[in-house]
């Protein structure tokens, strides 16, 4: 069973291979993420981040959620050298960066303490699989190519369900032709893939390291558990070196 | 076992690279070197936000000693490229040439327009490079001027953007708004020079269960976009 909805302004594809599922639980993934967005989302003004923004609620009273977003951003901001920050310039609080993938984890920590073990949890092209497809095989990720969205330019063969989260923007890729010698193309990096224990680590890791231009591909690399894929807009592609052994 | 091996393809591969150095032909091991040409890039384009396309810029000096006699007003606009690898080095360079009916006085004024950069727009995309095309009339079914398209949310900020035609072509896309959560500031002093192998990206089957990409932001840049050549409709 698969349906792919609209929130938090990005398609969520939730697919469910086990028998007997039941149309409530594809449901219920999806009210997560509802729920996560009127909880999280910076865009909408009755949000409890942006209550906390105007300084309507204290630590003390924020909700469990909130003091575990908090938390674990203060984690990530240590472990990235302060690369990865929730705080802005003005003091406000964004943790979209984080909030993503920790939601995809939470609804695949539900999904399995429910009895579910093969799915697939796609929330704009950060992804968590488990078990096997349809076809009762590992799930097979394609990497997107940055330059030609409608090309894939690496398949990762998921056997061990590692969770997997791309950053990159249109942006970058496009601001970065010398406008005096069309050849010219200057070295941007266009999209940082990284494959992580869970989605949860992959997608925090891929932001903190995307931040860091070129040098986020040596810091996935000095990470333990992780690998990474980097496409640069000459489109060249630079590899962890345990990459390989995910696209076998 | 693993990591010694690797260990020794790293060594091995820095005692080759160095051997290649002091043969004076380094250019077959490729280091993945910083180079940070984000503010050069951003006068450059800056410079191209502000392309007269067919008359001189209203900051153009004024020649006021030039001789009594008829003259006739002459300009011309062309990038001009001073050299080095420097982009900055690049200009969109405007010279006003007065010539009058006497051969032997005639007075040349230089100018280079100056940016006319706003906060609101930090960021340019050139989208072609266009050589100054007069066209007198649009054939092309836009309208010369610039259009700003719709604010689109694409979950790490907005998106907006403006798209300028000039004689019937694209020429230039502004970025009125991106995201920019991330953190721009660069950690070069913590990497260590570590050899990571390098490939050409290739297309591949696209017979995979789910794609992993930042597709957001483009297609929230796709829809600002589009509804900004939509204003630009004859």
């Known amino acids: ?248 | 076992m693993r990591k010694f091996l690797l260990s020794v393809f790293v060594i091995s591969v820095f005692g080759i690279y160095a051997l290649f150095a002091k043969s004076g032909n380094p250019s077959t091991v490729v280091f993945n070197t910083q180079t940070n040409s984000n503010t050069n890039n951003q006068l450059n384009n800056n410079d191209s936000n502000t392309l007269p396309i067919t008359t001189p810029p209203s900051t153009a000096p004024t020649v006021t000693e030039a001789p009594v006699v008829k003259k006739v007003k002459k300009t011309t606009c062309s990038w001009k490229y001073y050299g080095g690898d420097d982009e900055e080095n690049s200009r969109y360079v405007c010279t006003t040439t007065l010539v009058d009916t006497t051969p032997t006085s005639s007075k040349t004024t230089t100018t280079t327009p100056k940016p006319t950069s706003t906060p609101t727009t930090p960021k340019t995309v050139a989208v072609a490079t266009p050589p100054p095309v007069v066209k007198p009339k649009s054939t092309s079914g836009w309208n010369d001027g610039t259009f700003t398209g719709n604010s689109i949310d694409a979950y790490y900020g907005y998106v907006q953007v403006s798209a300028t035609i000039s004689g019937g072509r694209l020429t230039n896309i502004n970025f009125l708004d991106y995201p920019q959560d991330r953190s721009t500031s660069l950690m070069k002093s913590q990497m260590a020079m570590t050899i990571l192998k390098s490939e050409a990206i290739n297309a591949q089957s696209s017979n995979v269960d789910y794609v992993s990409g930042a597709t957001y932001t483009s297609d929230a840049f796709n829809q600002s976009l589009s509804s900004a050549l939509s204003k630009a409709r004859v």
């Open chain 1, 1 to 248: 069973m698969k349906d792919t909805r609209l929130i938090m302004g990005m398609p969520i594809t939730v697919e469910i291979v086990d028998l007997h599922v039941e149309n409530q639980v594809l449901e219920s993934v999806f009210n997560y993420f509802t729920y996560i967005d009127e909880k999280f989302s910076t865009y909408k003004e009755t949000s409890e981040i942006m209550k906390i923004n105007r300084g309507e609620i204290n630590e003390n009273d924020y909700s469990e959620d909130m003091k575990e977003i908090f938390q674990l951003a203060e984690k990530t901001k240590i472990e990235t050298n302060n690369f990865f920050n929730i705080k802005k310039p003005d003091g406000s609080y964004d943790p979209s960066g984080i909030v993503k993938g920790w939601a995809i984890q939470k609804a695949s920590d539900n999904l399995k303490n429910n009895g579910y073990n093969n799915f697939c949890l796609d929330a704009g092209g950060d992804i968590q699989t488990s078990g096997k497809n349809s076809k009762g095989e590992p799930w097979t990720i394609g990497i997107r190519n940055p330059l030609n969205t409608n090309e894939i330019i690496k398949i990762i063969n998921n056997k061990n369900n590692k969770g997997i989260a791309t950053s990159g923007t249109y942006i970058r890729g496009n601001h970065i032709y010398n406008p005096n010698n069309k050849d010219d193309i200057l070295s941007e990096v266009l999209s940082l893939t990284v494959i992580g224990p869970n989605i949860y680590e992959a997608d925090r890791f891929a932001t903190a390291a995307f931040a860091m231009g070129k040098d986020g591909i040596y810091f996935i690399d000095k990470l333990v558990g992780f690998e990474g894929y980097m496409i640069d807009t000459k489109g060249i592609a630079t590899m962890t070196r345990g990459f390989e052994e995910y696209t076998q």
